[in-house]
């Protein structure tokens, strides 16, 4: 047993006194303090100037026939370093091209996988999900458009993954409205590191309102005055070569918990500079970061708007001077530079304190993403529009959140154990592979009580649906706990949080409001998210429809033939498999109804429905994800 009762260690190494400095150091941190003070604990970045590169901006590609392999290739993330291994897809070197669809016209997404040594092949953890003994040199890959409405055999489900030499082939039937999705590897255990690796991408979707043409009807700026920004933070090692582990306490090749990053990068780069004209910018900002939430905030406090988020516009501008982003989740913003002088500069910044558990290593929190350096021209002119939905020539008002007819009480825990490797984090108390499925069904209305008895956020997100955050309130967790003590993990333990509600309920903020397929779901907390289950009709497609992996690997796998079959699913630490072993019989597979992949699978060797997990791309792949079975009245 490794855990040793690390806290006391940890306290004991004085770790905790150094994190303290480092937050008040970080009042108004520069990157240089930052890379000045560091943890024993952790992994740090070679020190590094900021605002060296130029912010790229990626190619854009406007198809309903698109091709992109997702390759092994090398990458620079700043000009002082080497171009070091990394993936991406089509001819970027890292991330993917941003790809434009259309309300209403399906489109195609061809994902060849052609990758080759995994840059973090030495950190495939193989206890996870049987993960492959070749990951490392043969990496799996699917991927998913994550916040599209699609078909389940189109949904980049884990288990309908390809093999290197294999294609995947996904039509998107884009019935939903204008906003920006993002599409990036969901492979089974080792969404992680594929996804830090580089396999990631935006996908913008225009309709009639928000054409992304100058003229389009909301006035929205166009052009070269609308930039996506993938943001993301890591650790690089020497030379500026990737590395994902945060702390050496953990082995390398065992999954850690919670990657974390000291260095900030925008579209793949560290820490770049924008030159921007004197005027409005709509910016298409993802959190595509591993693990962290970020409070966004530029240095001169200025105030920006809040127009869409995850599923499409709000009703109208949100004037905030920060935003909180979790994993996953995006904003539509309008920041204007008009003030500023000809040469000024404005940093995006962020200083939201990292998790407990992070804290407790050193983990301070990330401050820096980009510069914006204002030339002398003029940009774009327009105002801020004062309605974006609801009006002449407008999309329609969002409509109210429906009243549910339904309470579903779901989840998210973690072994309360200080350990190394960190424990396994779960929700309802089940693995992955569980039969003990949530089965909504089509055409109702649900509220789910996400109950978070974890001290740490989580991204909660549901793919297929659209969620409207209802509110959010803090729990008695001690007493929560203490009357409904946990069975072993492969039990369903979803205790009502009733009984231990405290203080009132907050509602959604402003920009939180309308679409949300991604919900920051808070530390000893209930988050109610509202969700109506659509129907076949509604969808174009039955999303209960099983139906067959088109890798051979993958089919071969759920033939029972090797790959994902008949395990329990979560991982044996050394020392801890009787910790982790699943009640007998409740998680592992094949009765009559479930193939060998358990509640995702079914005995004729099908994939079944999708999925429900946190975006906190660590804790998804250690086992913070379930089926879905979204099913027929
Ligand atoms: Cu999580």
């Not at 047993?1 to 004991?12: E, Q």
């Not at 700043?78 to 209403?104: I, N």
């Not at 884009?174 to 920006?180: D, I, Y």
């Not at 820096?368 to 609801?390: D, I, K, N, S, Y």
């Amino acid at each position: 047993m490794t855990s040793l009762g690390r806290r006391a260690f940890i306290t004991g190494a004085g770790i905790v006194g150094a994190s303290s400095v480092l937050r008040s150091a970080t009042a108004r941190p520069s990157a240089a303090e930052v890379s000045a003070l560091k943890s024993p604990l952790l992994f740090h970045s070679p020190k590094v100037q900021p605002f060296r590169d130029v912010l790229p901006v990626p190619p854009v590609i406007d198809s309903t026939d698109v091709t992109l392999s997702a390759r092994t290739t090398l990458h620079r993330f700043h000009r002082d370093w080497d171009a070091v291994p990394s993936f991406g897809y089509g001819d970027q070197t890292y991330l993917g091209p941003t790809l434009v669809s259309h309300r209403d016209q399906p489109w195609t997404l061809r994902t060849r996988n052609e990758l080759g040594l995994h840059p973090f092949a030495r950190d495939v953890d193989h206890s996870l999900h049987d993960v492959a003994a070749d990951f490392g040199t043969r990496p799996r890959t699917t991927t998913h458009l994550h916040g599209g409405i699609t078909p389940a055999s189109q949904d980049g489900h884990p288990l309908d993954f390809v093999v290197p030499g294999e294609e995947l082939v996904y039509r998107f039937p884009t019935r939903q409205e204008a906003t920006h999705l993002w599409y990036h590897d969901h492979s089974m255990a080792t969404t992680r590191l594929n996804v830090a690796a580089g396999l990631a991408g935006m996908n913008i979707v225009r309709d009639e309102f928000d054409t992304g043409r100058p003229d389009n009807p909301l006035g929205l700026p166009a052009g070269d005055f609308e930039v996506p920004l993938v943001l993301q933070e890591k650790i690089f090692g020497a030379g500026g070569r990737q590395n994902i582990r945060s702390t050496w306490i953990v082995p390398q090749g065992k999954w850690e918990g919670g990657a974390v990053g000291d260095v900030g990068l925008v579209n793949g780069v560290v820490w770049p500079e924008m030159q921007v004209a004197r005027g409005l910018y709509r910016f298409r900002v993802i959190n595509a970061g591993s693990f962290s939430v970020w409070r966004l905030f530029f240095s001169n406090q200025m105030k920006f708007w809040v127009i869409g988020n995850d599923g499409g516009l709000l009703d109208a501008p949100v004037q905030t001077t920060s935003v909180r982003l979790s994993p996953a989740e995006r904003v539509d913003i309008l920041v204007d530079f008009a003030g500023l002088a000809a040469g000024e500069t404005v940093e995006l910044r962020n200083d939201e304190k990292p998790p407990g558990q992070a804290a407790v290593l050193g983990e301070v929190t990330m401050p820096l993403f980009c510069r914006f350096r204002a030339t002398a021209a003029r940009g774009f002119a327009g105002p801020v529009p004062t309605r974006l939905r609801g009006g002449r020539g407008l999309p329609e008002a969002l409509p109210p959140v429906l009243r549910p007819t339904r309470r579903r009480v779901v989840s998210i825990l973690q072994d309360t154990d200080l350990r190394i490797p960190p424990a396994l984090m779960s929700l309802n108390n089940l693995g992955f592979t569980t039969t003990d499925v949530e089965k909504p069904v089509q055409g109702t209305t649900e509220v789910w009580d996400m109950v978070n008895v974890t001290p740490d956020p989580h991204a909660m997100h549901v793919h297929l649906v659209h969620m409207r955050i209802l509110d959010r309130q803090r729990i008695n967790n001690a007493a929560l706990r203490a009357a409904n003590p946990r069975p072993r993990h492969g039990r369903r333990w979803t205790p009502s949080p009733d009984r231990y509600l405290q203080g009132a309920p907050t509602g959604p903020a402003p920009w939180e409001a309308g679409l949300k397929d991604t919900v920051l779901a808070h530390g000893h907390s209930v988050t109610r998210v509202v969700v109506r289950w659509p129907t076949a009709e509604e969808l174009g497609f039955d999303p209960d429809l099983a139906y067959v992996p088109q890798g051979a690997t993958a089919r071969a796998a759920l033939a029972g033939h090797g790959g994902h079959g008949g395990h329990d699913g979560h991982g044996s630490h050394d020392g801890h498999n009787g910790h982790d072993a699943p009640a007998a019989g409740t998680t592992t597979a094949a009765t009559g109804e479930h193939g060998p992949g358990g509640g995702s699978t079914t005995a004729d060797g099908k994939v079944r429905g999708y999925v429900w997990h946190c975006h906190m791309l660590d804790h998804e792949d250690h086992d913070m994800m379930l089926p879905l079975h979204v099913v027929a009245p």
